[in-house]
């Protein structure tokens, strides 16, 4: 009977010891695809930077390109077929002022369209109204 019972005690503390171990393992890790966002910044500002309209962190699609962002996170005005952003926020460019959306990411000036830029997690986009003269 001792035999027995000390049979049982063992198969069960090993069951009971070998269930919470590798549940407990699972649910500390936290999901990696929980903890990696992928977004972008976009920073709006007029007058070469001098004053800040608005700033965002975005998170963004595979393949997202800058006027996607645009978009779907702000209130925009195209001209030219949506090729080029005129107005931001009510805000817009004033021939007559003779000022523009000027728009760089990472810090570099940008040499093709808001469409034609897919973005990179990372990625900051400065739009900045001035002049084009």
Avoid at 98 to 118: L, P
Wanted: with cysteine; proline share 2%.
């Amino acid at each position: 009977m001792k035999k027995l019972l000390l049979v049982l005690a063992t198969m069960m503390m090993m069951l009971v010891g070998c269930g919470t171990t590798e549940t407990k393992e699972k649910a500390d890790q936290p999901k990696q695809e929980e903890t990696k966002k992928e977004q972008v910044t976009v920073q709006i500002t007029k007058d070469n930077g001098k004053e800040k309209v608005t700033e965002k962190k975005i998170e963004i699609a595979k393949d997202a390109t800058i006027m996607d962002v645009m978009q779907d996170n702000f209130e925009i005005e195209t001209q030219y077929d949506g090729a080029f952003i005129s107005s931001i926020e009510g805000v817009a460019g004033s021939e007559q002022d003779k000022t523009s959306w000027f728009f760089s990411v990472n810090g570099e000036e940008a040499m093709k369209g808001a469409k034609d830029i897919t973005l990179k997690p990372g990625d900051v986009v400065e739009f900045d109204l001035h002049k084009y003269e």
